[in-house]
């Protein structure tokens, strides 16, 4: 199996032919996989494997090695599967918008964003919306993306914001969660897009004052059982850092929780803060890397599925939650490989595997049609330097199952 075909011309011909010889055990005896079940599918099978490696959808857009090539998320919208790509962190971009033709059997750009990086698609009311998490152009207005049907608008509706983290639909109006300028709020709410208005935040019955603190952030929101609840962190060297749930009383966020301080993120290796959260029977379900439910957004309850897996994605896909997980574990060659699983559960109880299998790059992301899972593959962001530089880092994969 091929890997490290792109490696820049300053390394030397012997570190090639060393890495070269290093050959990974995809589809590996030692994890038990599933033959693929026979279904009308978006992907054709690949004769004796589980999986369809569909091609690395970035591949034009960013060398081999590197943290922007990893799928971040995978969504399908109008008939296309698109890839969530680049790096935020080192300001990357400007960002391609790849999706798949099922038709032509081709990834192609749909649109090239002034942005560094996209972490989520966000579908609300049959259109895509991609927070703006860190734009190319002036920081003043805070940006974010929108795909009608085939027709793409950038859009600079949040004032004295640099980042968008996060946006919602609740009780008819847009909430967007902001990195915003010190001194301001880093939640803005709208009704009809053109004109967005600041949500004031409350502690103790007083307003939240972000004056002096440059780390003003609202990372993500949470529905459940109705409500809506906003993770809100506060930082700056030097002073008391704050890392909240509020909950939305129908004028402003008052504080509900310091729930985030009972969860790890040592497992984090997306730079959002969650991978996702989804609502099922009753529970929120949250993922950094580790695997959380709560009840109330007061008590974060850790789940530990068998073998104590890292969990990176999760999905509710009619009355099942499905969630899916990786393993890092070393060849006998003595490189890095992963066992990714799918999960399923109907009552976050017991979980039953539906797949399974090994390749060299954990699944970071996935995404349902058809009759056919599609599968992000890549590093993330914890990764040695020399697995950036692995071929299947950004990898799509496909493999017909019927959820």
Not at 70 to 87: F, I, K, T
Not at 101 to 128: A, G, H, V, Y
Not at 367 to 389: D, I, P
């Amino acid at each position: 199996m091929k890997h490290l075909v792109a490696l820049l011309l300053v390394i030397t011909m012997m570190l090639i032919t060393t890495a070269c010889s290093s050959d990974q055990h995809i589809g590996s005896t030692t994890a038990p996989s599933q033959t693929p079940t026979t279904v009308p599918s978006m992907v054709p099978s690949t004769e004796g494997q589980l999986y369809t490696e569909m091609g690395v959808a970035v591949e034009q857009s960013y060398f081999s090695g590197g943290v922007m090539r990893n799928p971040w998320d995978v969504e399908m919208y109008n008939g296309r599967l698109y890839v969530a790509s680049g790096n935020y962190d080192t300001n990357a971009g400007p960002v391609s918008v790849w999706y798949y033709d099922f038709d032509k059997k081709i990834w192609e750009i749909d649109t090239i964003l002034p942005d560094e990086q996209i972490t989520r698609f966000n579908i609300i009311d049959s259109k895509m919306y991609i927070p703006g998490v860190d734009p190319k152009s002036s920081w003043d207005m805070g940006t974010y993306y929108r795909l009608d049907g085939t027709e793409w608008e950038t859009i600079l509706g949040h004032p004295n914001a640099a980042h968008n983290f996060d946006i919602v639909k609740y009780d008819g109006k847009l909430f967007a969660g902001l990195g915003a300028k010190e001194g301001c709020n880093p939640i803005l709410v709208t009704t009809d897009e053109e004109t967005w208005a600041p949500v004031e935040m409350y502690k103790n019955g007083v307003p939240v004052d972000t004056t002096g603190y440059t780390y003003v952030r609202v990372y993500d929101f949470f529905t459940l059982k109705g409500e809506l609840y906003a993770y809100f962190s506060l930082s700056e060297s030097g002073k008391p850092s704050y890392r909240e749930i509020y909950r939305y009383d129908g004028e402003k966020f008052v504080w509900h929780s310091d729930m985030i301080k009972q969860m790890s993120f040592s497992r984090r290796n997306t730079y959002t803060h969650f991978h996702q959260r989804v609502e099922y029977k009753g529970y929120q379900y949250i993922t950094n890397g580790n695997f959380y439910r709560t009840a109330d957004m007061i008590t974060a309850e850790a789940i530990t599925l068998g073998g104590d897996p890292e969990v990176n994605d999760l999905r509710v896909i009619g009355d099942k939650l499905y969630v899916l997980c990786s393993e890092e574990y070393t060849t006998d060659e003595g490189n890095a490989a992963f066992y990714n699983s799918l999960q399923m559960t109907t009552d976050g109880v017991d979980y039953t595997e539906v797949f399974r299998f090994s390749y060299p790059v954990r699944a970071l992301s996935f995404t349902y049609e058809g009759g056919t899972v599609f599968l992000g593959m890549g590093f993330g962001t914890k990764a040695a330097s020399t697995h950036l530089f692995y071929d299947e880092n950004g990898m799509i994969l496909a493999i017909n199952q019927v959820l």
